[in-house]
């Protein structure tokens, strides 16, 4: 499941009874409930992975037991999660990502490049939150205008 809780408690209760019911195994958040600088509000026995020292806007729940995982530290940050992901002699990569529209959408490119990269001969999973340019969304910037600028 990849879902946005706006930083907020009650999407993230509601996220607890959804993954409870549903019996889902890994939930890829993008601007996940924070507390102090730590993803906070599902059960203890879940295992959260955030990375970085400021505000959390990513991070992967896993719910199953069985799935083995590690942070991959060197490709993690606040805004970006990677975990290394074994079940039985499946392994896999996941990734959630939250690209902050306020943010070099170059940068963003690279990230996505490098984790690519990364993960290449790989499984992967990603779930990626990305702020589209849009007028709609009061950007005052849209693609046409963004390209012309990038050339």
Request: glycine content about 6%; some cysteine; hydrophobic content about 35%.
């Amino acid at each position: 499941m990849q879902l946005n809780l706006l930083y907020s408690k009650l999407p993230t209760d509601n996220l607890n009874l959804l993954i409870k019911e549903a019996q889902m195994d890994i939930a890829l958040l993008q601007e996940p409930y924070v507390y102090q600088n730590q993803v906070t509000g599902n059960p203890r026995k879940y295992r959260i992975f955030s990375s970085g020292k400021g505000k959390k806007s990513s991070a992967i729940v896993l719910t199953n037991e069985s799935l083995d995982a590690l942070l991959i530290h060197q490709m993690s940050e606040e805004d970006v999660v990677m975990v290394e992901t074994t079940h039985g002699n499946q392994n896999f990569i996941t990734v959630s990502i939250y690209l902050d529209i306020g943010k070099d959408i170059t940068e963003d490119f690279n990230k996505i490049k490098t984790i690519l990269q990364f993960a290449k001969g790989k499984g992967l999973l990603v779930a990626i939150d990305s702020k589209a340019r849009s007028k709609t969304l009061h950007d005052v910037i849209t693609k046409g205008d963004y390209c012309k600028s990038a050339s």
